[in-house]
């Protein structure tokens, strides 16, 4: 028989006082378990950064630090597209305040339009295999 206590207490692990939600944000330390989609994001963030501070400026991607993250994260992305000037094509998709750098307001442009671009290819294949 369960206990009151265990009852109300969330996966019967031991009581904890009721923190409030912390805000999302990569490496708080004492950061509970995040979710799938914080974990997400923070992964997001945390792969922007670790191309970003290579060389210039800290927060900002240029054109060989793109390619970089682009080659390294986004192979299969990358050698499924032939264009030899899919980097450059990017690059210019992606900066829309003409710095020739890419911010991260720019970069999760890219993150969202391929995710888009993927769900729509899952949809397809997922209409093509329950036909
Ligand atoms: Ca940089
Ligand atoms: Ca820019």
Redo the contacts with the bound molecule.
């Keep these: 028989m369960l206990s009151p206590v265990e009852l109300i207490t969330p996966s019967g692990g031991p009581l904890q006082p009721s923190t409030p939600t912390l805000p999302i944000c990569g490496s708080l330390p004492d950061k509970q378990m995040p979710s799938q989609l914080e974990g997400a994001m923070d992964a997001l963030i945390a792969v922007f950064y670790n191309?970003?501070?290579?060389?210039?400026?800290?927060?900002?991607?240029?054109k060989g630090?793109l390619k970089q993250l682009l080659h390294t994260e986004l192979t299969d992305f990358l050698t499924s597209q032939k264009d030899p000037l899919l980097v450059e094509k990017i690059m210019s998709d992606l900066d829309s305040n003409k710095d020739n750098?890419v911010d991260f307001n720019e970069f999760v442009v890219l993150v969202a339009a391929l995710t888009v671009a993927c769900n729509d290819f899952f949809q397809e294949q997922n209409k093509k295999t329950t036909k």
């Design positions: 191309y970003s501070g290579h060389d210039g400026d800290k927060y900002k991607l240029n630090e750098e």
